[in-house]
C-alpha cells in the first residue's frame, strides 16, 4: 500500500529517459507540429488552386485555344470564378490557423482550436455542396461547345455519363464524405469541449 | 540567430527532462511522449521570439508543452493502455523491478483526466503550486482542491494496479 509521498519518491528516482543531443535541424524542420502541417497543407491547397485559375485563363486566352461560344466563355468563368473563391477561402482557413496562439493558457488555447474546428465544420456544410455544383456547372457548360456537331447518340450519351456522375458524386458519394468529416469534426471538438470543462473550478 | 540557436539549445538541455516526463505521465508511452516533446520545442524555438519575460521561461516551455498534450488526439493513447494493462498484470510481482514500477506508474497517471495528468505530474516535479496555476491558467484556490483529489485518486489507482 503506498501513500502519495512513496508514489511521489518513485517518480522522482525514475530517470528520464536518456537526454540526446539537440538536433536543432530536425527541430527546425517542424515535422511533428500539428498546426504547421495543418497550415501547409491549407497554404499550398490555396497556392495550387490560384495557380490552376491562372493556368485556365492562360488556356483559354493566350494559347491556341479559341472558345466562339458566349456560352463556353460563361462557363470558363464560372470554372475561374469558382475555383478562385475556393483559393481564397482556402488560404482564409490557413490565415485561421496561423494565429492560434500555442503559448496562452490552455483554456484559451482549446478554445482557439475550438473555434477553428467549429469553423470547419459550418464551412464544409455549405462551401463543398456548393464547390462541387458551380465547378460542375461551368464544365457541362463548357462541353456543349466541345460536343457540338458531334453524332446525337454519342452527345446523349455523353449526357447520361456525365449526368449518372454527377449524382452519384454529389448524392452518395458526396454526402458519406461530409458525413465522415461532420463526424470526425464533432469528435474533434466534443474532446476540445470535454478537456475544457475538466478546467473549471470544481 | 546564432543567439537564438544558443539559446533554444540551452533551454532544451534545461527543460527536456522534465518535459518528456510529462509527456510521458500524459501518454505513458515513451515513443509517443517523444513525439511531444519534439512537437513542444518545435513551438518553442517558433515562438520564441513572442517570448516577453512575462513569465519564466520554465513557465512558458511547460505551457507549451501542456497545450501540446492536451490538444494531441486521444485515440492512440487509449490503445496503447489498454495492451499495456494487459502486459503490466502478466508481469509476476517479484519481478517488478524498480523500472517496472515506474512505468506503472506511467501507465496509472495515464488513467487520469487529461488535465489531472498534466497537474500531478508538475505535482510530482516539486513544480510550486503558484507555477503550476501560471501553466495551466487555473487559479491556486482550484489548484488546491483539484491537487488534492488527484492525488487520492491516484493512489487509489497505483494501489489497485500494484495488487495485481
New interface residues.
Given amino acids: 500500500m503506498k501513500d502519495f509521498d512513496a508514489i511521489k519518491d518513485l517518480w522522482q528516482q525514475a530517470t528520464a529517459a536518456e537526454q540526446k543531443t539537440v538536433d536543432l535541424s530536425a527541430i527546425t524542420r517542424q515535422s511533428k507540429d500539428t498546426k504547421t502541417k495543418l497550415f501547409r497543407q491549407l497554404f499550398f491547397g490555396g497556392i495550387i488552386l490560384f495557380l490552376t485559375v491562372v493556368f485556365i485563363i492562360w488556356v483559354i486566352y493566350f494559347s491556341d485555344v479559341k472558345l466562339s461560344w458566349i456560352v463556353t466563355h460563361i462557363a470558363v468563368w464560372i470554372i475561374v470564378t469558382t475555383v478562385l473563391l475556393q483559393s481564397i477561402l482556402t488560404l482564409f482557413t490557413a490565415y485561421k490557423i496561423s494565429l492560434i496562439n500555442d503559448t496562452l493558457p490552455p483554456a484559451q488555447h482549446l478554445q482557439q482550436w475550438e473555434g477553428y474546428y467549429s469553423f470547419r465544420k459550418k464551412q464544409i456544410q455549405w462551401n463543398k455542396p456548393l464547390y462541387f455544383l458551380f465547378l460542375n456547372l461551368g464544365m457541362g457548360l463548357y462541353f456543349l461547345e466541345v460536343v457540338y456537331g458531334r453524332p446525337i447518340g454519342y452527345i446523349i450519351f455523353l449526357i447520361l455519363i456525365y449526368a449518372a456522375w454527377m449524382l452519384y458524386a454529389y448524392f452518395i458519394l458526396g454526402k458519406r464524405i461530409l458525413e465522415k468529416e461532420e463526424k470526425k469534426l464533432k469528435g474533434v471538438i466534443d474532446e476540445l469541449k470535454q478537456i475544457e470543462e475538466q478546467l473549471k473550478a470544481e | 540567430m546564432k543567439q537564438q ?1 544558443e539559446q ?2 540551452e533551454l ?2 534545461q527543460y ?3 518535459i ?2 510529462l509527456c ?1 505521465g500524459y501518454t505513458g508511452d ?1 515513443m509517443l ?3 511531444l516533446l ?2 513542444s ?3 518553442v ?3 520564441m521570439d ?2 516577453r519575460g512575462d513569465a519564466a521561461w520554465s513557465t ?1 516551455i511547460y ?2 508543452a ?3 498534450c ?2 494531441h488526439l ?1 485515440k492512440k493513447n487509449e490503445q496503447f493502455v489498454d495492451a499495456d494493462e494487459e502486459r503490466l498484470a502478466m508481469i509476476p510481482d517479484d519481478e517488478r523491478n ?2 517496472q ?2 512505468q506503472l ?1 506511467y501507465k496509472c497517471i495515464s488513467k487520469l ?4 495528468r498534466l497537474i500531478i505530474t508538475l ?4 513544480k510550486p503550486y503558484e507555477e503550476i496555476a501560471d501553466i ?4 491556486e484556490n ?1 489548484l488546491r ?2 491537487i488534492h ?1 488527484i ?2 485518486q ?2 487509489e489507482i ?2 489497485s494496479y ?1 495488487r495485481l
Fill in positions: 540557436e533554444f539549445t532544451y538541455h527536456a527532462a522534465g518528456r516526463k510521458l515513451a511522449a517523444e513525439d519534439q512537437e520545442f518545435v513551438k524555438w517558433k515562438n513572442k517570448f512558458w505551457r507549451i501542456a497545450n501540446t492536451l490538444t486521444r524498480k523500472e514500477e515506474v506508474l483526466a487529461e488535465t489531472d505535482v510530482l516535479e516539486d495551466t491558467g487555473i487559479t482550484n482542491v483539484k483529489r492525488k487520492k491516484l493512489s497505483y494501489n500494484e
